[in-house]
């Protein structure tokens, strides 16, 4: 006898489907729970000014700044700064990429409410801008830094040179390639009222590279090239006298330090 298939006996094809899409929904949504549980956390010990151990013993590293070593001036003040805003507090982690450093510290923007503590500790003149900082954070980072510095906040307290800063970067030779030294440089402007005497002055990179200038003085809104090269001086141009490149293609920091050794500027491109 033939069998015809009704409603009732034809096989539901469209079940398995249906089944592994709503598994996949609530995986998906499991995922995104425990992702989310992950990134926040309890505070239960500051370590210094931009580390903190986390309840799970996670140790995490602040992006996008630095604070002075234990010991070094300025290096207190910035550990209580970071217990203020942290301290036995819940915080949420934004991970940055690499997630972790070579100690296996998280590397992260860590956030207190609304509220960035790396950002922060920027304004608050504890901590200075340094690389790696994600985009979405350099111009706020930056903002803040500046804020610091003409305010005389925290390291900077006592800084008479901020008009100081820097007009231009040219880290890739357009011409030559990285034989061409002299057309990789950076251009230091004087925005204030005032002639800066530079004479002692240093210039630095992330590598600690390390340019002192000789008896020079920058007048009220004049410019100097710091060319990487070698050369003769003049008013208007400097010469670092290297056989070889000094700042990064990709991005570098770039430190300028007072006769006094105090730092002046922090520059990240």
Same mark, same amino acid.
């Given at each position: 006898?033939?069998?015809? %298939?009704? /409603?009732?006996?034809?096989?539901?094809?469209?079940?398995? /489907?249906?089944?592994?899409?709503? *598994?996949? $929904?609530? %995986?998906?949504?499991?995922?995104?729970?425990?992702?989310? *549980? &992950? =990134?926040?956390?309890?505070?239960?010990?500051?370590?210094?000014?931009?580390?903190?151990?986390?309840? =799970?013993?996670?140790?995490?590293?602040?992006?996008?700044? =630095?604070? /002075?070593?234990?010991?070094?001036?300025?290096?207190?003040?910035?550990?209580? *700064?970071?217990?203020?805003?942290?301290?036995?507090?819940?915080?949420?982690?934004?991970?940055?990429?690499?997630?972790?450093?070579?100690?296996?510290?998280? %590397?992260?923007?860590?956030?207190?409410?609304?509220?960035?503590v790396n950002e922060?500790?920027?304004?608050?003149?504890?901590?200075?801008?340094?690389?790696?900082?994600?985009?979405?954070h350099k111009t706020?980072?930056?903002?803040?830094?500046?804020?610091?510095?003409?305010?005389?906040?925290?390291?900077? &307290?006592?800084?008479?040179?901020?008009?100081?800063?820097?007009? &231009?970067?040219?880290?890739? /030779?357009?011409?030559?390639?990285?034989?061409?030294?002299?057309?990789?440089?950076?251009?230091?402007?004087?925005?204030?009222?005032?002639?800066?005497?530079?004479?002692?002055?240093?210039?630095?990179?992330?590598?600690?590279?390390?340019? $002192?200038?000789?008896?020079?003085?920058?007048?009220?809104?004049?410019?100097?090239?710091?060319?990487t090269g070698l050369?003769?001086?003049?008013?208007?141009?400097?010469?670092?006298?290297?056989?070889?490149?000094?700042?990064?293609?990709?991005?570098?920091?770039?430190?300028?330090?007072?006769?006094?050794?105090? $730092?002046?500027?922090?520059?990240?491109?």
């Amino acid at each position: 006898m033939a069998t015809f %298939l009704t /409603p009732a006996n034809v096989p539901d094809r469209t079940m398995k /489907p249906r089944t592994q899409f709503a *598994a996949l $929904l609530t %995986l998906s949504a499991a995922l995104a729970v425990s992702a989310s *549980a &992950a =990134d926040t956390a309890t505070v239960l010990q500051v370590l210094d000014g931009d580390t903190c151990k986390l309840d =799970d013993d996670r140790r995490v590293r602040y992006l996008g700044i =630095d604070t /002075p070593e234990k010991g070094d001036p300025g290096a207190e003040e910035a550990t209580q *700064a970071n217990n203020t805003l942290v301290g036995g507090k819940k915080i949420r982690i934004e991970l940055g990429k690499p997630e972790k450093d070579r100690d296996g510290r998280l %590397l992260a923007y860590v956030f207190v409410g609304k509220t960035c503590v790396n950002e922060e500790l920027v304004r608050q003149g504890v901590a200075y801008v340094r690389r790696p900082v994600a985009a979405k954070h350099k111009t706020a980072f930056v903002k803040a830094q500046e804020e610091a510095r003409r305010a005389g906040r925290g390291m900077w &307290a006592g800084l008479t040179n901020t008009q100081i800063a820097i007009a &231009a970067v040219h880290a890739k /030779p357009e011409a030559g390639g990285r034989e061409n030294l002299n057309d990789e440089y950076i251009v230091i402007e004087n925005e204030g009222q005032k002639s800066v005497t530079l004479t002692g002055w240093t210039v630095l990179d992330e590598s600690h590279h390390r340019y $002192l200038f000789p008896k020079f003085t920058l007048p009220a809104g004049g410019k100097v090239t710091l060319r990487t090269g070698l050369g003769e001086n003049t008013d208007t141009e400097l010469f670092w006298g290297s056989r070889s490149a000094m700042w990064n293609d990709t991005g570098d920091t770039i430190f300028i330090r007072d006769a006094n050794g105090k $730092l002046a500027l922090s520059h990240v491109y």
